[in-house]
């Protein structure tokens, strides 16, 4: 039996980081066995006025599909629900023809005063099923007055069961639920049906999705049997977590793909990280292509409890793919974030934009940490932070700027080999030569820390130098040295 998925995402919405590791355990399941992936768009909503193409970001990612049956040779296109409608109208239809499913007449309204009163009582809110109770008469009225309903299931009498790869035999009793909604008003249906008939017309052999979605089993579940549809192999995947063990929101800082993508981290490093939420696939701090991955991929393997999403293994993984990558082959990869500070990258050259992205590289986590390290070597001043305007008031501080800038005056540029010649006209006008040198980049970067003198120097150049040390003047007290 060839294997067969199919996973489903809101078209207009963000891709969570947890529907990207439920999509790609579908995919790696699917190639481990040679089996097919196919991907539905659930497009039913009107679009918003900013919309995303979470697709477009399953395939940034190396996640691919089977085409829709019915596009164009070499199309990519995601089956629409938009588009199978009628397919899923035709099915509802056969279940009301055959007296399994009956037309809802009780409006929202109706419906919130029912569940509040079976509350106020103790009771658990469960439609009571009166329109099932409606004559034949009333109902025809009803429906030739074009009155709005919501299609229900008759529940099954039977007890029923799915088969799970991790719990086995999961059994559902029909007491325990109410006549499920299969058609909400306006005909449009609902993901219990939809899902059933997708997976009966396509052949879908597994399901493997979020133990969030376990709600919507039991409803697939008295569908099949109100159809006669064999049930396919479920698979309830462990949920994600942040590091406060609550599920992964906003809260715990980016909680979908595109906003680490934004952020300037690379696919085969988020690939990896969404892998091993659930399964060690390979080595915790080595990349593996997508073809190792489903290669090891075991479904039996799969952790049942749920899993931490850490944004530090996140950007360990992102280290490693940016170190493939020679400093002159990130540079087009940061020019983009340098430019959104204000910058160009490229103004003073490819050299040395080379030479900046070696020099800061050690300090990147993801293409977006550039951002950090503009000002101090790009910036024509800097305001000193206050510790830095504090060590700028002692009364040496004046000396050695002056020394500094008499010292760069002699020179034609600063450079790798010279660049020292500055550096001991600041130390000799204090005896303390450590302090001298705390002084002297507090006046170049405006902070008591930063990059190495022999990275600093030479890239900031003699006219940055000397715009930076007549900025320093400004914080430091007149009179003084």
Known sequence: MKVKLLVSLEATKKLKVADARNILFNYLFAKHHHGV???RSDDLDPPEEET?????????LGITWEADPECPEGSCRPIRMSQRLELYRRHARDLMD????????????TLREMFKQQRIHGQRPKYDGRCLRLSAAEREKRLADKVPYQLRLRTPEVVTEVQDVHSGRMVFDPQEVADLVIMHYHEMPTPALANVVDHHEMGVTHVLRGARLRSLTPR??????????????????????????????ER?????????????????ALLNALANQGMELGPPDQLCTIGTLARNFRIEKLETNPTVWRLEYLQTLNRVALDKFKDDALVPMLAPYVAEAGYDLLGRGETWASRFVGAIRPGLKALADVKDFVDVFMADRITPTDKAQKLLKDPAARKI????????????????????????????????RGKALVLIRAALTGSDVGPEFSQLLPLLGKDLIRARLENARRYIPKGSG
């Open 220 to 249: 697939e579940a008295f569908l099949r049997t109100a159809f006669g549809f064999s049930s396919p192999v479920y698979c309830h995947l462990s949920l994600i977590l942040g590091e406060d063990r609550s599920l992964l929101s």
């Open 37 to 39: 992936m196919f991907v």
């Open 401 to 432: 700027v002056d020394a500094m800038e008499d010292a760069l005056e002699d020179l034609s540029d600063v450079t790798r080999e010279n660049y020292r010649v500055l550096l001991d006209a600041g130390r000799k006008q204090m005896t303390n």
């Open 98 to 109: 055959r007296g399994q499913a009956y037309p809802c007449f009780c409006s929202r309204d």
């Open 252 to 268: 715990h800082g980016a909680q979908f793909v595109e906003d680490y993508r934004e952020k300037g981290f690379l696919p085969e």
């Open 52 to 60: 995303v193409n979470p697709f477009e970001t399953l395939q940034w």
